[in-house]
């Protein structure tokens, strides 16, 4: 049985009369949820100014303070909290009085636990729902101005520690790992945390252009530079003067740029081409790669002293493979992601999906999970993702790596059992964070354990 500990929900019960609160307090508790209770109306306002709650349960009729002005503060406070109102003398009236005002139920007495059960259930999952999807429009919105780094991987939470550490310096820093690691939102996310901040953040993939046009990219150039060079333009360099100038992949940059590059940190000064002046600059440079840049310099294709120059402090960011934990929080975060942006009403992913995306070892790393996450939330015609909406790749993929038991195949209660034990094992079978990672609540999460004869001591 699941007690108060194990709660999801936090529960104000309001009533005149001993036996209702008792009896209401007592199912909410066997659901899991933390209760409050207050006798009077009174009461109940003076704990709603001190502590939030998810829903209140509510007599209509008390003395002094009644049900309806415990629902207009409770809106006042927090608009997001669902009032249900309980009454003895239910009337159309009040009901739509009720209504109007902002509750999110009406229940007559006397009631049905049963449906007090159910009322309460149904008022968190939309409490839950109307706060997943604040936090996730403002965690849209703010990825605008701040990167948002997912993750609760050990190892990457020392990165993260190492970047915000090095961000106040001017250090110049190389960012190391495979495509789609997400080398680009590191250094967007060390230059939201310097000083340079509130100033500019240029970005340029030196493999993505030729060594002409990465050159003018870069340097800029005078009007009649060259054929077609009708006015003056400001290269990179010059426009993140006080800010930050992030190079990917740099080990794609021609030997002749590299000597370019290196006299703009050696001199702190930029010359455009067809230009005979310099222009003295202010830049913090980071730079990525997924190549070995000492493998380079031995081929000859990277210079040594641009090498030191770059690499002061160097981060590697480890391939997904390497931090399974942060692939479910990555998928939800990314199915949450697309179908907002789409309008789709989708907020789940089938176990079975879950296992199958453990399972795979995403050569294309971040980028790869979340085009698989986008295509997905697409196709998907149910409020969850299901096997259908994966990519053909990838379902084979499965089918070749499933393991067969007894000569079958798994069932799905089988790979579910197996996948919620496997994210017990990994989260120290703490019921918190093993609910979020299956992106259930916890609630849910005691249910399947209970259903499937899993229980074990509550280590949360």
Same mark, same amino acid.
């Not at 290196?262 to 230009?275: A, K, P, Y």
């Given at each position: 049985m699941a007690?108060?500990?194990?709660?999801?929900?936090?529960?104000?019960?309001?009533?005149?009369?001993?036996?209702?609160?008792?009896?209401?307090?007592?199912?909410?508790?066997?659901?899991g949820h933390e209760v409050s209770t207050q006798m009077t109306g009174l009461g109940a306002i003076e704990i709603l100014e001190?502590?939030?709650?998810?829903?209140?349960?509510t007599d209509l009729r008390m003395e002094k303070v009644g049900g309806m002005d415990i629902l207009r503060r409770a809106k006042e406070l927090d608009p997001e909290t669902a009032v249900v109102l309980i009454t003895g003398y239910a009337t159309l009236d009040s009901a739509v009085e009720a209504m109007k005002a902002g509750a999110f139920h009406y229940i007559a007495k006397p009631f049905r636990l049963d449906e007090v059960r159910e009322v309460v259930r149904n008022a968190l999952e939309l409490v839950h729902l109307k706060k997943e999807n604040r936090q996730l429009k403002e965690q849209l919105r703010d990825s605008h101005s701040e990167p948002s780094i997912i993750t609760q991987d050990a190892i990457m939470q020392r990165l993260l520690e190492m970047a915000k550490q090095i961000a106040p310096t001017t250090t110049n820093v190389l960012i190391t790992g495979e495509s789609g690691t997400g080398k680009e939102l590191l250094a967007r996310f060390i230059h939201a945390h310097s000083d340079r901040s509130d100033k500019t953040f240029q970005a340029v993939n030196c493999g993505a252009l030729q060594e002409d046009l990465l050159a003018n990219e870069l340097f800029g150039h005078e009007k009649g530079a060259y054929t077609g060079a009708g006015e003056a333009k400001e290269g990179l360099i010059e426009a993140a003067n006080g800010g930050t100038l992030f190079l990917d992949e740099i080990a794609e940059m021609s030997v002749g740029m590299q000597v370019k590059l290196?006299?703009?940190?050696?001199?702190?000064?930029?010359?455009?081409?067809?230009?005979t002046r310099t222009t003295p600059v202010d830049i913090r440079l980071i730079t990525a790669t997924h190549r070995d840049l000492r493998d380079e310099i031995a081929a000859g294709r990277f210079r040594q002293d641009l090498y030191y120059r770059l690499d002061v402090v160097g981060l590697h960011l480890p391939p997904l493979a390497e931090r399974r934990d942060d692939i479910p929080l990555l998928a939800f975060y990314f199915l949450r992601k697309h179908?907002?942006?789409?309008?789709?009403?989708?907020?789940?992913?089938?176990?079975?999906?879950?296992?199958?995306?453990?399972?795979?070892?995403?050569?294309?790393?971040?980028?790869? #999970?979340?085009?698989?996450? &986008? *295509?997905? $939330?697409?196709?998907?015609?149910?409020?969850?993702?299901m096997m259908a909406n994966l990519p053909p790749s990838l379902v084979d993929h499965a089918v070749h790596v499933v393991?067969?038991?007894?000569?079958? #195949?798994?069932?799905?209660? &089988? *790979?579910? $059992?197996?996948?919620i034990n496997y994210v017990m094992e990994r989260s120290g079978q703490n019921r918190t964070r093993a609910a979020k990672i299956l992106g259930i609540d916890r609630v849910s999460l005691w249910r399947k354990l209970k259903k499937y004869s899993m229980e074990e001591d509550d280590h949360s």
């Open positions: 007690d108060a500990s194990s709660a999801v929900g936090r529960v104000l019960i309001v009533d005149d009369e001993v036996t209702a609160v008792e009896n209401l307090a007592h199912v909410c508790r066997k659901e001190k502590k939030q709650f998810d829903v209140i349960l290196l006299r703009v940190i050696q001199e702190r000064e930029v010359q455009r081409l067809g230009s179908a907002a942006r789409m309008g789709r009403a989708v907020n789940d992913i089938d176990s079975t999906v879950m296992a199958v995306l453990l399972d795979y070892d995403y050569p294309g790393n971040i980028r790869e #999970l979340e085009n698989i996450i &986008e *295509r997905a $939330v697409t196709l998907s015609q149910e409020g969850q993702l393991r067969e038991e007894a000569g079958r #195949l798994p069932t799905l209660v &089988e *790979r579910e $059992v197996n996948y």
